[in-house]
């Protein structure tokens, strides 16, 4: 016999019809007195041996672990197709009476961002394809 979990009702069911791959009974594994214990048969040894010749290796290769975005750069800094990063002007949040319409109008255009700044936005941006800096 052979143990499967229902997925509908979320109890363990006995299944006749499958073949016998383990066993349960204490007297195979040689331990009358103990609690019984799985005993393997020969499927397990072929399991064995192909678990050792698969070899997995991730997406990103050898390098280790992938290189996380900084969400809150991600929002901040537009990237476009040539490469240049765009960034919101200053000076629109508060204080807009004694500003002309003109200059506020010209505040909320985006303007490219600085070349001291890119070092930085290439390493919150690790995925995008930013020209300049080092």
Do not use: W
Not at 82 to 99: I, M
């Amino acid at each position: 016999m052979q143990f499967a979990l229902s997925a509908r009702m979320g109890n363990l069911r006995v299944s006749s019809k499958a073949p016998v791959a383990q066993t349960l009974s204490s007297k195979q594994n040689g331990i009358a007195g103990v609690a019984p214990r799985l005993c393997t048969t020969a499927l397990a040894t072929q399991r064995r041996a192909t678990a050792a010749v698969v070899e997995v290796e991730c997406a990103d290769g050898r390098r280790g672990g992938k290189l996380k975005t900084r969400k809150a750069a991600a929002k901040r800094f537009n990237v476009t197709g040539s490469g240049k990063v765009t960034v919101r002007r200053a000076g629109k949040n508060h204080f807009q009476e004694k500003k002309s319409s003109k200059r506020r109008n010209k505040l909320s255009m985006k303007q490219q961002a600085s070349d001291s700044m890119l070092d930085n936005i290439k390493g919150c941006l690790p995925y995008s394809k930013v020209k300049g800096g080092k």
